[in-house]
């Protein structure tokens, strides 16, 4: 681990760092750091040496390696569980299959591309090569599968967060879990859950986001490019992908000790801040028949109150109807 523990050091230095300090933090020989300087090197990261000042990292790929991820999570506990691949059919597979394997609470999944990246009802995510950021997290709570059901929101809450820690602007959400900038859609969050059959316990939770980073508007298919975007599209500047996938990490560990203390209220208030659904008058997919009703508030569960034109206020909770604007994305 030896490479990615340099490029942790060379990413938070912010100055020149010696390979006497080097060998001294990581308790490894001078040819162990050259060794690692050079792989980097190899790797197209562009690495500095100038005698008696030690490595600067001047300039870094853009790319979503396990190396780079890791090296933004220096001392996080989740850091030694990341695993960066080029490509993958959807990173919440991939978790799923860690799972069947008995891999850790904590262990995350991140792709550079997704060949059959999905969001909610099976509806597919574009996920092209070298552009957003898809990662998934494997959860294994020791809590009833009812106390989980908030994690799809709370995901939503944390990538605000992460994009806004990372990118300096905040996107709104659409309930329950999609991520909107400027009236389009930014990023998604799905969460699937696995039950064990005979007792209805919870055995993990895998929660997967996908953010659309640097895609130009010719990346998406021509059905959504008048309702997709990316940061780079309402930035106009590239991310540094591996960074946001760190951010991520970070936020949703947080969130998921929120979760296992009970003490989600902060999430909550940050939800109904965030929440562009609420005022509008939106329309409730239920299979083939649709209702118009305003959308009044969230409840503590992140149900969506909503009045029916007959004026009566009903809760309505994820999976059991769409939610879709009037006249576009959001409207």
């Known amino acids: 681990m030896t490479k990615e523990e340099v490029l942790s050091l060379l990413l938070t230095a912010g100055e020149p760092?010696?390979?006497?300090?080097?060998?001294?933090?990581?308790?490894?020989?001078?040819?162990?750091?050259?060794?690692?300087?050079?792989?980097?090197?190899?790797?197209?990261?562009?690495?500095?040496?100038?005698?008696?000042?030690?490595?600067?990292?001047?300039?870094?790929?853009?790319?979503?390696?396990?190396?780079?991820v890791r090296g933004y999570l220096a001392g996080h506990p989740w850091q030694p569980l990341v695993t960066a691949v080029?490509?993958?059919?959807?990173?919440?597979?991939?978790?799923?299959?860690?799972?069947?394997?008995?891999?850790?609470d904590g262990t995350v999944a991140v792709a550079d591309e997704q060949t059959a990246g999905r969001g909610r009802r099976g509806r597919s995510f574009s996920s092209g090569p070298g552009r957003g950021v898809y990662l998934s997290a494997l959860l294994r709570?020791?809590?009833?599968?009812?106390?989980?059901?908030?994690?799809?929101?709370?995901?939503a809450v944390a990538a605000c967060d992460a994009v806004e820690r990372t990118?300096?602007?905040?996107?709104?959400?659409?309930?329950?879990?999609?991520?909107?900038?400027?009236?389009?859609?930014?990023?998604?969050?799905?969460?699937?859950?696995?039950?064990?059959g005979e007792s209805g316990a919870l055995q993990y939770a895998v929660i997967g986001i996908g953010v659309n980073c640097n895609n130009a508007s010719e990346d998406f298919p021509p059905e959504l490019?008048?309702?997709?975007?990316?940061?780079?599209?309402?930035?106009?500047?590239?991310?540094?992908?591996?960074?946001?996938a760190a951010a991520l990490?970070?936020?949703?560990?947080?969130?998921?000790?929120?979760?296992?203390?009970?003490?989600?209220?902060?999430?909550?208030?940050?939800?109904?801040?965030d929440c562009l659904t609420l005022g509008r008058e939106v329309q409730l997919l239920w299979q083939d028949?649709?209702?118009?009703?305003?959308?009044?508030?969230?409840?503590?569960?992140f149900g969506l109150v909503v009045r029916r034109a007959d004026g009566t206020v009903e809760t309505i909770r994820t999976g059991e109807v769409s939610v879709r604007g009037l006249y576009g994305y959001v409207e």
Do not use: F, M
């Open 17 to 68: 760092v010696s390979g006497e300090h080097i060998c001294r933090q990581l308790g490894v020989t001078r040819a162990a750091v050259w060794k690692a300087i050079d792989q980097l090197r190899q790797e197209g990261y562009t690495i500095e040496a100038a005698p008696r000042r030690g490595y600067t990292l001047t300039a870094r790929p853009d790319r979503l390696d396990t190396a780079q």
């Open 86 to 104: 080029e490509r993958v059919d959807s990173t919440n597979n991939a978790c799923k299959r860690l799972a069947a394997e008995g891999a850790p």
């Open 141 to 155: 709570p020791q809590l009833a599968p009812e106390k989980i059901l908030p994690l799809t929101a709370l995901g």
């Open 167 to 196: 990118c300096g602007v905040r996107p709104q959400i659409k309930w329950t879990n999609d991520l909107v900038l400027n009236g389009k859609k930014l990023s998604g969050t799905l969460t699937e859950l696995s039950l064990e």
């Open 225 to 244: 490019r008048e309702v997709a975007t990316s940061l780079y599209l309402e930035t106009g500047k590239r991310v540094q992908r591996a960074a946001l």
């Open 249 to 273: 990490i970070e936020e949703l560990d947080k969130l998921y000790a929120a979760l296992q203390s009970g003490d989600t209220a902060s999430y909550l208030t940050a939800y109904r801040r």
């Open 289 to 301: 028949v649709k209702e118009k009703v305003t959308a009044l508030d969230v409840d503590d569960q």
